[in-house]
């Protein structure tokens, strides 16, 4: 017997072996990060290539920034492409990008281009006045394939770009058929890049899966749900750029094994990480964190057509009753600073005189008091999926539950899937729900009037809340081209938001990424679309 | 045989039929709108309505259901509403790769799980028996999100003997051919990146094979102990034959029957169930293809991909079926 046991022992152990020397085969040539782009025995990069992975949770839906809405596909087209006027580096101001210059007329109703010389698409195809005027028309006829054009060119059934002409090789005029106070910000969206004509009058639908832009990238391949590579374009215009030879996105799903790849090197860049994740980045010397500036906003919505929220009353005592400053602190790491507007301040046009509802429960009591309010229990919605603006809604509107009960009103958390959240709070089926906004072109009526006017309920206006004054405001501030006059009109409507009440906003986080510490001038935009054309790796 | 064989092809037609038309009742009856989810919040109403239209989902569901059955007959699984590529094209590389995962898995797994109970039924009673068992139970127990995260834990971060999450080195790309990258390496003669490759298989194949491993080996040594009391096995023993003899020439073959079973069942459920493991180890596969999909309400995808792994379930139960006559010839089919 006991030489059967030393049997099956060995049996077990050569199973056991066997299993770990299948695994660990070649352990001697790790996966060690960068080591392996001068390992890597690919051709086309040689030795030296600079190469940076970049992980991220989701793929990209498709490679035409024209018919996509969703962020990880401009990710990636940010790259590829380019739009006629740029963003800022770190801000939403208007700077040139294929366009050198341009010019409005007195009445904002024509803009006259001059574009960039000598630029090429990557299929060598020239980049001119005709391309533009093509890209232009390609968006206007293309109705609900193009959503976002739909929705920043198109009020009603009339469309805000009347024409567009070429005038010579390098001069494009745009004629508007009513001005649009956000329109170079509009055009500065990743939507709205250039794309080769070439490609796209031959075939449209090819230009999701194989992009061609003149951007300092070119796409190499998508393997999808894993990644996407893109190199550098060779013939960029602008000298010296880009610093790195490739770039790889990948689509890491599980927030803690991006922080792991990142933590190995197997990665470069880590998106989308948790604000919990920061001290752990924090204390280890390889990585750094990189801030992205805020531009959005977290808000608890009160639907002003469901008691008890109809009182405006009852409004005002929730905004009393919420501690942010304690939410703040406890779920966004200190990576978020409590709100009090509808918008974050780095849009222009914030009304930085309002003073927000202070943290007071026995004013909040006073308030429900003076409303009648019966004390009947209230549904409290919490977002199920993880936001930048909201980092743990399960954890938020638990914090709220505590807070609205203290004053004396009691709730029962509810939640749903993300797409049904979302349709049910859309058709005003939530009493209260946590939920938020990311601006797309930084412009302040890109918050207001989007989310808080009346035009928009059964789209983003959940609550809704509809003032024909404050309506008003917003459609004289859509076509004001004075700056000023209205950043004003801006002011006002937060004022009156204000004092209505249909949101507690409750803050403005700073999203992180994680990056190795051998990335350099990685500059996170507010949009969320990073150009990689300056960043370089050690 | 192969008259049965025509009978149980012929059964798969009312079974996926079936099975067609509840997922596609079912998703449906899911709150969540694709037109709005693809839209995403920045959406107007007339935006969604116009998308729906073109999407044609403002039909009415019998419409949609015989314009899908109809396309399926002619091999069209429909077009993806979010990508709008066809279904068809796009969920080989998918399917690829959770197939080579799971079949590494159960590979690991039977080889693993068999042996362990073969020895355990041998040694009835042993330790090895009851350490085997209680790791058994302990397998079938676990929660792979669980089990995948301590092994990356142990295995990347704290030994660094193998690769975090993937399929591939990205930075070093493999040459996708068939998508089954172990096969697609060897064609293109880099050993250095089937090693590659390889490495990534060990920690999310063994997540994925932890469960079936327990199962296997507890099938295995139940069937075993049942056989060894067979005389034919006493005869063998008392004839002074080989314990390695009788136990893997006379004694395995009559108990693997029921272990072929379990092992059909679980490369099935391996197949559909391996979204955590997909999820956790990056892998692009089947699982987290659909599981995206519910969550974008791609009803096409969904209702496409849920067919298709159905259609291989059953298929890898036909050939269990078949091979049971190849094991054992007193097994025929009429």
Known sequence: MNKKKLWSLGVMLILVLSTILAACGGADNKDTGSKDTST??????????????????????????????????????????????????????????????????????????????????????????????????????????????????????????ESVTAEGDYTVVFKLSQPQAPFLKNLAMSPFAIASPTVFEANEEGLSTDPVGTGPFKFVEWKRNDSITIEKNPDYYIDGFPKLDKVI???????????????????????????????????????????????????????????????????????????????????????????????????SGYNDDITGYEFDPEKAKALLAE??????????????????????????????????????????????????????????????????????NGDADNFLYTLLDGDNIGSNNYTFYDNPELHKIFVDAQTEIDEAKRNELYKQAQEIIHADAPWVPLAHSTPILGASSKVSNYIAHPTGSDRLDAVDIK | MLHY??????????????????????????????????????????????????LGLDKPWYTQYFSYLGGILQGDLGVSLRTKLPVSEEIFPYLAATAELALFAMIIAVIIGVNAGIISAWFQNSWFDYLAMVIALIGVSVPVFWLGLMEQWAFSIKLNWLPNSGRENVRDPITAITHFYLLDTLIQGRFDQFIEVLKRLVLPGLALATIPMAIIARMTRSSMLEVMRSDYVRTARAKGQKMFIVVYKHALKNAIIPVLTVIGLQTGLLLGGAILTETIFSWPGIGRYIYEAIGFRDYPVIQSGILVIAFIFIMINLIVDLLYTVIDPRIKYK
């Open chain 1, 40 to 161: 890597g025995g690919d051709s086309a990069s040689g030795g030296g290539a600079k190469t940076l992975v970049y992980g991220r949770g989701g793929d990209s839906v498709a490679l035409d920034p024209a018919v996509v809405t969703d962020g990880e596909s401009f990710t990636v087209t940010a790259n590829i492409y380019e739009t006629l006027v740029n963003f800022g580096d770190r801000d939403v101001t208007i700077q040139p990008g294929l366009a050198k210059s341009w010019e409005p007329s007195e009445d904002g109703l024509t803009y006259t281009f001059q574009l960039q010389e000598g630029v090429k698409f990557h299929d060598g195809t020239d980049f001119n006045a005709e391309a533009v005027v093509k890209n232009v028309e390609r968006w206007k006829a293309g109705g609900d394939k193009h959503p976002y054009f739909s929705s920043q060119f198109v009020v009603g059934d009339k469309q805000v770009i």
């Open chain 1, 249 to 347: 996105y990948r689509s890491i799903p599980d927030n803690s094994v991006r922080l792991n790849d990142l933590t190995t090197g197997a990665i470069d860049v880590a998106d989308g990480l948790s604000p919990s994740d920061k001290a752990s980045i924090e204390a280890n010397s390889k990585l750094q964190i990189i801030e992205r500036p805020s531009m959005n906003v977290g808000y608890l919505g009160l639907t002003v057509t469901r008691a008890p929220f109809d009182n405006v009353k009852v409004r005002q005592a929730v905004n009393y009753a919420i501690d942010k400053q304690a939410l703040v602190d406890a779920f966004y790491e200190g990576l978020a600073e409590p709100a009090k507007n509808p918008m974050p301040p780095v849009i």
């Open chain 1, 371 to 440: 409303a009648g309010y019966d004390g009947k229990e209230i549904e409290l919605w919490a977002m199920p999926v993880p936001r930048p603006y909201m980092p743990d809604g399960q954890k938020v509107a638990e914090a709220i539950q505590k807070n609205l009960a203290d004053v004396g009103i009691p709730s029962k958390i509810v939640t749903f899937e993300w797409a049904t959240y979302l349709e049910k709070a859309q058709n005003g089926e939530a009493d209260a729900f946590l939920l938020g906004w990311t601006g797309d």
């Open chain 2, 5 to 54: 064989m025509g009978r149980r092809l012929f059964q798969l037609i009312p079974v996926l039929l079936g099975m067609s038309f509840i997922v596609f009742m079912l998703i449906r009856a899911i709150p969540g709108n694709p037109a709005q989810v693809i839209l995403g919040q920045q959406a107007t109403k007339e935006a969604v309505e116009a998308l729906n239209a073109s």
